[in-house]
């Protein structure tokens, strides 16, 4: 071929390919928008997802069918009709998310199954994947029982389930459980017993307060050789640590499990028992009363009977639980959850107490014979950190009590003072009596102190130097100060609780009167414990028990008041009449009080006081002089709250934690290589 052949050639191949070239961009410029080969595959596998979702929504199996990659399988039909049939759906929703093409020819979809079933209180949901195959530009689903369900086997079915939830617990601030279903049974199997008599000494010993609960067991007559006999419910830890003491005396067995419904306890005998509350059985009224409401309760159900465990019954209950699940298809509970649902959740009821400061004040009042309390606030925001009160069976004088406060009402007449220019070491008199507005008043004991420091008059508590200083400061002074420590303001308390009042004084004589805390003033165990716990920050905090209540209303004292009336408190003890509450290596700062009440007939013992940022209220009804009497209660306290609050002794542990001072018994001591025979009735 010639030269210029070739090249003709050439140029010729040239303008074929730019026509061609040019001719493909007219063709896309002039054909009006469309899908590309992607978008037209994506959108034949969603037709076909959108006719499958739709059919299976309608319960259209047949047009499903229609819709697979190949022929249905056998058991197709079948296992939707069994989804139907275990679940009674009244809405069956499905949606679609985005279709992904994994590989050439394959693609998947994320579908979200909404189910109605007819018995749950709301719908349950589950996630599962749509497979699709292209055979021959025609797309269809890939079925597997995981379509379904992505755990479906081919030996389980769907099924549903009710379920009484089990009674969520009382929490501490840290979220140990005061009261849980962690119960234990301690009791005796009469054909075991060498003595009753040392059976109910044995369980005295362990469990104080349990002796006469076994007499009364022991007691009741025809009792069954091997049956056992439960004497007290208790927590597990509890029931473990007694069984070092039980173990030795014939007769009583190893702890065992109450039935369901029976194991609720608190965290330890008694421990804040007042404020949480118990479940215990029914009485003959509350059973006729659950009947008027239609409930069907025999006898012998339990109730919640008072405190949190009451007030809150229906949050830490709830409604049972629905689940949607797989399992065996020979039935039997469900093997795999899907979901759940409660029409009203149960939830905890989380507190602010903590443990430590509670086991204080358990242990400081475990000797206590008098009606008595105890709170401990925090300082910092107001919350409850310990309140007991004693007996335990009466009603709960830490937080509904109306006592006059006596002398521990001086700390808001000592504030009202500094806020109108005074000072600690400012001079004035304490005369053994005085008389004003015409009210005689007298120190205890008819002390005569002459002349010294405001200070010291707060330390050595003298009646006739504030009640002077009450009367020259004015209602509308003292008053005030009573407003600045949260008088008449009412603690934030689930159950309902006094707080303080303060009555604006008819006249001179009851304002004296009023300024060392008779007269009509009244206070809880509670507020006390909030008013001497304002010191520390040199705020008062509105107390409150409940997590989810605070912190409160707060409430400055007066400016540059705290520090001074921190230096009163510590005096009191250090030199002044709160001696007792001394502690060795503790910054105690306190203020006694003999309160006056039934026209003098009954003194209250009182001792409020501070320590490590905490406010703390001591009550002793009728005790007499609070330095005698509550003011070494307040040493007690401290001693044990140092223990706890350094974080070395446990006091979530019954051994480790009980009171300082109290020993073991030389027959607790175990060998712990001894054996012990295990009798057949303590089997189980």
């Given amino acids: 071929m010639r030269l210029r052949e070739v090249l003709a050639l050439i140029v010729g191949l040239a303008v074929v390919g730019g026509l061609g070239y040019l001719g493909y961009e007219w063709l896309i410029a002039t054909t009006e928008p469309g899908a590309t080969d992607e978008e037209v595959i994506a959108d034949g596998a969603r037709e076909v997802v959108e006719l499958y979702l739709d059919a299976w929504s309608a319960g259209d199996t047949a047009t499903m069918a229609d819709q697979l990659s190949g022929e249905a399988p056998e058991d197709f039909e079948r296992r939707h009709e069994q989804l139907v049939e275990a679940l009674e759906p009244t809405r069956f929703t499905l949606t679609a998310g985005e279709l992904t093409e994994a590989a050439d020819g394959r693609a ?4 979200t199954v909404d189910v109605a079933p007819a018995d749950a209180p709301r719908p349950v949901q589950w996630e599962t994947d749509l497979q699709l195959s292209r055979n ?15 755990e479906l086997r081919p030996t389980w079915e769907f099924a549903t389930e ?29 054909g075991a017993m060498d003595d009753p008599a040392q059976v109910s000494a044995a369980f005295e010993r362990a469990l104080p307060g349990t002796g006469a609960i076994a007499d009364r067991e022991l007691n009741r007559g025809q009792l069954v050789d091997d049956w056992f006999y439960p004497v007290v419910v208790v927590s597990r830890a509890r029931a473990e640590a007694a069984w070092t003491t039980l173990r030795r005396t014939p007769g009583i067995a190893e702890p065992r499990d109450p039935p369901e419904g029976q194991r609720r306890v608190l965290m330890d005998l008694g421990f804040a028992r007042h404020l949480v509350g118990v479940v215990a059985e029914a009485t003959s009224e509350q059973l006729e009363e659950l009947a008027e409401e239609g409930v069907d309760a025999p006898v012998g159900t339990y109730v919640p009977q008072f405190g949190l465990e009451a007030a809150f019954d229906e949050e830490l209950t709830g409604s049972e639980v629905f689940r949607v699940g797989l399992r065996e298809t020979s ?6 959850t899907i979901d759940e649902v409660q029409a009203e959740e149960s939830t905890p009821v989380e507190t602010t107490l903590d443990v430590g400061v509670q086991r204080a004040v358990e242990n400081a009042l475990i000797d206590v014979e008098e009606p008595a309390a105890i709170v401990v606030v925090d300082g910092n925001d107001g919350a409850v950190r310990g309140t007991a009160s004693r007996p335990l069976f009466g009603f709960d004088r830490a937080r509904t009590g109306r006592y006059p406060p006596g002398s521990t009402f001086k700390l808001v007449t000592l504030e009202a003072a500094l806020a109108a220019g005074y000072d600690l070491d400012d001079e004035v008199a304490c005369p053994a009596r005085v008389v004003v507005g015409g009210l005689a008043v007298t120190n205890a004991g008819d002390r005569d102190l002459g002349t010294i420091t405001l200070g010291e008059a707060f330390a050595e508590s003298c009646n006739t130097t504030f009640a002077q200083l009450g009367a020259e400061l004015g209602s509308d002074a003292l008053t005030e100060a009573s407003e600045r420590f949260g008088f008449d303001v009412e603690p934030l308390h689930p159950l309902g609780a006094f707080g303080g009042s303060f009555p604006t004084p008819a006249d001179t004589a009851e304002l004296a009167a009023a300024s060392f805390g008779q007269a009509r003033v009244e206070a809880s165990v509670l507020h006390l414990a909030a008013m001497v716990a304002a010191v520390t920050e040199g705020v008062w905090h509105q107390p409150y028990v409940l997590a989810e209540d ?33 502690v060795d290596d503790a910054e105690v700062g306190g203020k006694t009080g003999t309160a006056q009440a039934d026209g003098g007939s009954v003194e209250h013992a009182w001792f409020v006081g501070t320590y490590q940022g905490l406010g703390f ?11 005698e009497v509550a003011a070494p209660l307040a040493g007690l306290l401290v001693a044990e709250l140092q223990r706890f609050l350094d974080g070395e002794v446990d006091p979530t542990d019954p051994l480790a934690a009980a009171p300082i001072g109290s020993e073991a018994d030389p027959e607790d001591e175990v060998d712990p290589e001894e054996e012990f025979e295990v009798r057949p009735e303590d089997e189980g």
């Fill in 331 to 336: 039935g039997g509970p469900l093997t795999h």
């Fill in 108 to 111: 998947t979809v994320g579908v």
């Fill in 550 to 582: 605070g912190p409160g209303t707060s409430l400055p004292l007066a400016t540059g008041a705290a520090e001074r009336l921190r230096t009163a408190l510590a005096l009191t003890v250090t030199d002044g009449t709160g001696t007792e509450a001394a």
């Fill in 162 to 190: 009710a379920e009484e939830v089990a009674r969520r617990p009382i929490l501490a601030a840290d979220g140990t459980a005061l009261a849980s279903d962690d119960g234990r049974w301690l009791g005796f199997i009469p």
């Fill in 136 to 150: 021959r530009g025609v797309w269809g689903v890939d079925w597997s029982l995981s379509t379904l369900h992505p």
């Fill in 617 to 627: 209220a001591i009550l002793v009804e009728d005790g007499g002089a609070g330095s």
